[in-house]
């Protein structure tokens, strides 16, 4: 269920906001000049926004007039021109930096999601199992939302109210120098206002970020196990615990209201008490004949674009805080170094035999309780080692090891002599293949879940691998064949099926060692024997490991490993084991031999 501390990835200290800054700046560093130009264009739109209550205040004062007194509509009909010139420039220049700061925006982000993707795959098997699913695609998708928002929004609008602040100040003072300075004397007090606003909001934003994070895990892992959650009766709990965190995200957004609840209504204050003084302390310049109407005019035009910025610079704090708590989130997310890394310098493996070995290898999941104490095994190319014992003898451990999905505390894995920490996983990958008892069928056809062993393969290997482990049969009775959708999971397909799948997708693989964990384990006994065939032609002429409870998937070993506590009891074949009466695997395949009577 979701761990309610928050988290566990995010240090909020200055290397991780740094980490995320120069996140920020390599998504951006590829459109330096395009972003160099769209601040031009900025400039023009917001220079030219700036210029109509000038022209309003021309046409007033030097246009009207010469209608009045000489019928003479000249003046105004060229300062209407240049207005409508200067509108039709602004609305250029807008499409112009919609369009572009669009486009930057979309493949800055492109950039972002394969990023994330990449380094989520390359993340070690510690990792996922520590970082859960919902916090994955939190990262991929509430958090890159929140970076979209800035990109799209949150730099344009900052831009623009800067811009707007600064020139709207200076031409407030050119108009008229005494109402300027008067109106000037705000500024303090909305800087101060922002101020606050930008720390009070920071560490909220964060928390609304992680709250939200929150709220997805526990929708994703409850949905995920929803088979578990309702065969146990667990779903009042499970509301309980959802109801605890969307609540805690519903009073934290509440939260980021009150804010902004004090924050634009002082702002607003603000803006309508000078508003009523220059109205009414311009008004009387007018009457005394101090001041045109255009220059009241546009002094009322200008004094409202300089507090119309402080609601985008409110929003661009709302947008910034989100995206930056994101940023540092996924910017520590990619920091995160694989437990499992390549070597510097690989060694080339050439042909592989598939001999194995551990050469006092000792592990452990937690310090201090080891799991292998110190386990020293050879296992000749192509021979077959069955591995048994009681849960937690540490045989899914070895495997794991074989597959470097875990490297040794201390000892050696050697793969044809050559230690697996000196190959680089690639390479690793293509001849050590380990088949779970999960069985995990991706979404697509039948014939998309074979390649997975082999991407390039043809239809023709498809099939050959098909036939070769006999799962040609049921295929050919699905509705499209090798073309039918597999559904979610597999869902389309049995167990023995999505075994049989499996067993295909790792003979097209071809690896020289395969690993079978549990391969039997959920199968009736038709599936199991139908299994237990294509295992004999999935096994030939390759290393194998095999994890089982099953005995009758053990037959198929030339030699049996029996352990407990990660020590080797017995090693031999099952036939030489089974003839030893006072043997642990003699025992056990009594007590097998009797369940099936």
């Not at 917001?46 to 109509?52: E, G, I, K, T």
């Not at 369009?99 to 394969?114: M, N, Y």
């Not at 546009?298 to 709302?318: G, H, K, S, V």
Request: charged share 20%.
């Amino acid at each position: 269920m979701a761990d309610s501390s928050g988290e566990d990835l995010v240090d909020h200290g200055s290397a991780t906001r740094r980490n995320a800054r120069e996140l920020l700046g390599s998504l951006l560093a590829p459109y330096t000049k395009l972003i160099a130009a769209l601040a031009v264009i900025v400039v023009i739109e917001n220079a030219a926004r700036l210029s109509v209550p000038i022209l309003v205040q021309f046409g007033i004062d030097h246009g009207i007039p010469p209608i009045t007194h000489h019928h003479d509509a000249h003046d105004l009909l060229v300062i209407v021109a240049v207005l409508v010139g200067v509108v039709a420039v602004q609305a250029a220049s807008r499409v112009t930096f919609l369009r572009q700061s669009g486009r930057i925006g979309e493949l800055a982000l492109l950039d972002l999601r394969r990023r994330v993707f990449r380094h989520f795959q390359k993340l070690d098997v510690t990792f996922h199992d520590k970082f859960t699913s919902g916090r994955v695609v939190s990262r991929s998708t509430n958090d890159v939302e929140a970076i979209q928002d800035m990109l799209e929004n949150g730099f344009d609008s900052l831009l623009t109210a800067v811009l707007t602040l600064i020139g709207t100040a200076v031409l407030l003072v050119v108009l008229n120098v005494e109402l300027g300075l008067i109106c000037l004397i705000s500024f303090p007090v909305l800087v101060a206002l922002a101020w606050w606003f930008r720390n009070a909001s920071r560490r909220t934003y964060r928390e609304v970020r992680e709250s939200a994070a929150l709220v997805i895990v526990q929708f994703v892992e409850t949905m995920t196990g929803i088979k578990a959650v309702q065969a146990y009766r667990r779903e009042p709990r499970n509301q309980e615990i959802f109801e605890e965190v969307a609540d805690r995200y519903r009073a934290i957004n509440e939260k980021t209201f009150r804010l902004v609840a004090i924050f634009m209504p002082s702002v607003d204050l603000v803006g309508n008490i000078m508003t009523t003084v220059v109205l009414v302390y311009g008004g009387w310049r007018v009457l005394e004949g101090h001041m045109t109407v255009g220059v009241l005019t546009a002094f009322l035009l200008y004094l409202r674009m300089f507090f119309e910025p402080m609601q985008d610079i409110t929003q661009f704090f709302n947008t910034f805080q989100s995206a930056s708590s994101a940023l540092e989130k996924l910017a520590a997310v990619l920091a995160t170094q694989p437990g499992i890394a390549d070597p510097e310098q690989p060694v080339q493996l050439g042909t592989v035999q598939g001999a194995v070995e551990f050469d006092n290898v000792q592990f452990s999941y937690v310090e201090g309780r080891p799991v292998l104490p110190g386990l020293d095994l050879h296992i000749p190319a192509g021979q077959t080692v069955a591995l048994v014992g009681t849960t937690g003898a540490g045989k899914t451990t070895i495997a794991k090891l074989m597959a470097r999905f875990y490297d040794p505390v201390s000892g050696a894995v050697r793969l044809d002599g050559t230690d697996l920490r000196d190959v680089d996983q690639p390479q690793l990958r293509r001849h050590v293949v380990m088949v779970t008892q999960e069985n995990f069928m991706f979404e697509g056809t039948v014939a998309d879940n074979i390649r997975f062993g082999k991407p390039e393969a043809t239809d023709a290997e498809i099939r050959a691998a098909a036939e070769a482990v006999g799962a040609d049969q049921f295929i050919g009775e699905l509705p499209n064949g090798y073309d039918t959708d597999v559904a979610k999971r597999g869902g389309r397909l049995s167990a023995g099926q999505r075994q049989l799948v499996a067993f295909a997708r790792a003979f097209l693989a071809d690896p020289a060692v395969l690993i079978l964990d549990e391969a039997t384990s959920s199968l009736d006994i038709p599936s199991e024997r139908l299994v237990q065939r294509a295992l004999e032609t999935v096994l030939a002429d390759r290393t194998a490991l095999i994890i089982a409870h099953r005995l009758s998937t053990v037959e198929v070993a030339d030699r049996v490993l029996v352990l407990e506590h990660g020590r080797v009891l017995e090693d031999g074949s099952p036939a030489d084991l089974i003839g030893s009466a006072d043997g642990r695997y003699a025992a056990l395949h009594r007590a097998w031999v009797e369940s099936l009577a």
